[in-house]
């Protein structure tokens, strides 16, 4: 009996669900007679169905029979309480121009969260449903008053948002997270819709305000957060880093938030506050695997930013670290990083390959002895010896199979085969890394494995070819001058080959790293006029605006060339940065 009872339900479910699919297409389609029939019946089937009830009363309502509508819902309410019932009554009302019915309807169901708070979200969705904002907003002021455990505050603010109210928005998303901190990410996401990263933008400044406003009454140290992330947006690092130093100062438990800081500061090249922010950490840290760490970044940006009369003091800061703590394997990232700079700006590669080659000799795992001997690899490039950093790079491959280290050591060898003129083996290793699970990589080979593919049957001795690889080798070994030179030579002697565009491309980046401005213009510009259809032509497009943009102070040129990659190169891996630069020069908030 059971088991009948149970394949009666299950049909009897099966075909309401049908049914009701059905008059679901048939609304969507505004086929809204054959949906009236439909809901009608399932209606008939189940009266106590508000949701069948309310779709029958919106169908009636597209096809203007109000008075049946109003018949329906008047005849539910008398059985039942459910304030959404008299919400659309009023909505009725107000498609027939009644407004004062349509009020009065609407005050009755706001009246019923007084009598019984619990109905406050049914009430509040029902008349965001009818996009009668005001009123939703009423009934959630009355929640956050009768229920304050179910802080209706996100709901609220997500509606002042919708209404463009970003103050109230501000607010109420602010008291929302002081409560729930657990979505302080969430409305993080909420707040980078409506600021920019111009400190003057309006909506920055409001929030700026209400943080500090709420840090002067509570001392939560939400509010330091919210207000260090509102500088990070705005790339305000000394500001964000006074924030972190106030939170660490009140709860120094971790200083990883203030590492953070500091690598997102490097990243965006803002190297005078990220050498403030580890040294800080340097003095400040008192496990030695932070400090390590900090002394390695503090080291890093110094020779980023060092001429070469200032890397005998570099030279010195290298060895007060190693006098300190020695070369054994906490200090592993450090010989490695003061090995390339041995090998890279002082030119002592034959001394760079021995630190490295004792480092091997510490108790290092798998994957610090691969970061050694990439690093081996790397010198061995640098000095022309091809054919031994290729067996580093491939005993990292054939180690670490798989990894992304290992992926890395691929292109390395790709690159190197490449660098030594052996086209055909480096186009072999670019095809698999093409769908490497790093995009990074990915994108790299693809790029590297295009230029070969695209020149390498210009001409039988592929001269071109390798000239310019013998040029990329050069920008690699820091001969920055000697490979400007080089191009110069491809530009000349093999004008219109298919080459042209890359040897420009390359060029412009090269004139870019030594200051050259104008001339990396008027190298990109080259592209941009002469090989529009060519694949370095959004590139072109990029790297000019951002020219434009972050060096040239032409806003209003950086503006016009991201607007072209907009409209005309939107498959471009530039298009969203373009988008977000352009937004950003005109002013408008960015999402």
């Not at 029939?37 to 029979?65: A, F, G, I």
């Not at 349509?102 to 169901?109: M, S």
């Not at 207000?227 to 964000?240: G, I």
């Not at 081996?376 to 022309?384: H, R, T």
Request: charged letters at 25%.
């Amino acid at each position: 009996m059971r088991f009948l009872f149970l394949i009666c339900f299950c049909f009897c479910f099966n075909v309401f669900s049908q049914e009701d699919l059905v008059a679901s297409e048939y609304f969507k389609n505004g086929e809204f007679e054959k949906a009236a029939l439909s809901y009608k019946r399932l209606h008939d089937k189940s009266p106590n169905n508000n949701n069948y009830l309310l779709q029958l009363v919106k169908t009636y309502q597209q096809l203007e029979n109000y008075q049946e509508a109003e018949t329906l819902l008047l005849d539910q309410i008398t059985k039942v309480n459910y304030p959404p019932l008299t919400i659309e009554l009023g909505y009725n009302y107000q498609l027939q121009n009644d407004l004062i019915n349509a009020e009065k309807n609407y005050n009755i169901a706001l009246e019923t969260i007084d009598q019984n708070p619990n109905f406050v979200f049914v009430i509040g969705k029902a008349f965001e449903d009818r996009s009668l904002l005001e009123q939703a907003i009423v009934a959630y002021e009355k929640g956050i008053i009768l229920k304050p455990d179910q802080n209706f505050n996100f709901l609220l603010a997500r509606i002042y948002g919708e209404q463009g109210k970003v103050e109230k928005m501000f607010e109420s998303y602010l008291n929302f997270v002081e409560i729930n901190d657990t979505y302080l990410n969430t409305i993080k996401r909420a707040f980078s819709e409506f600021i920019s990263e111009n400190n003057d933008n309006e909506n920055n400044i409001i929030l700026k305000r209400l943080l500090l406003k709420k840090i002067q009454i509570d001392q939560n140290l939400l509010w330091n957060e919210m207000l260090s992330w509102l500088f990070v947006q705005q790339k305000d690092f000394n500001k964000a880093f006074t924030q972190e130093k106030a939170i660490f100062f009140r709860q120094p438990e971790t200083l990883d938030r203030i590492e953070e800081l500091g690598n997102i500061a490097i990243n965006d090249k803002e190297f005078e506050i990220a050498l403030d922010i580890f040294t800080y950490l340097g003095e400040t840290a008192q496990d030695l695997d932070t400090k390590l760490d900090a002394y390695y970044h503090v080291i890093n940006i110094k020779t980023q930013i060092a001429t070469p009369a200032e890397y005998k003091n570099i030279l010195k800061e290298y060895d007060l670290v190693f006098d300190t703590y020695g070369k054994q394997t906490q200090t592993l990232p450090l010989q490695i990083a003061y090995a390339h700079f041995l090998a890279f700006y002082i030119h002592d590669s034959p001394n760079a390959i021995t630190v490295l080659k004792k480092s091997l000799e510490l108790p290092l795992n798998s994957f610090q002895e691969a970061g050694v001997k990439m690093e081996l690899g790397d010198i061995l490039v640098l000095q022309e010896n091809f054919n031994e950093a290729l067996i580093y790079y491939t005993q990292v491959q054939r180690n670490l199979k798989n990894s992304t280290l290992a992926q890395e050591a691929r292109f390395k060898v790709a690159k190197t085969s490449y660098y030594k003129g052996d086209f055909k083996w480096a186009e072999s290793q670019l095809k698999i890394l093409k769908s490497s699970t790093s995009q990074l990589i990915a994108n790299d080979a693809l790029e590297l494995m295009l230029l070969i593919t695209d020149n390498k049957y210009e001409d039988s001795t592929q001269t071109a070819l390798n000239l310019y690889a013998k040029a990329d080798l050069m920008a690699f070994q820091n001969n920055t001058n000697e490979a400007i030179e080089l191009l110069d030579v491809i530009l000349n002697e093999h004008k219109g080959k298919t080459i042209e565009d890359q040897a420009l491309f390359k060029q412009a980046q090269l004139f870019d790293l030594k200051k050259e401005y104008h001339k990396a213009e008027a190298n990109y510009q080259s592209i941009i006029t002469n090989f529009s259809d060519d694949i370095l032509a959004d590139d072109a497009y990029f790297y000019l605006a951002e020219l434009y943009r972050t060096k040239l102070n032409e806003p209003e040129k950086a503006q016009d060339l991201y607007e072209k990659i907009i409209f005309n190169y939107q498959d471009s891996i530039y298009f969203v940065d373009a988008r977000n630069n352009f937004r950003l020069l005109r002013g408008d908030a960015i999402n």
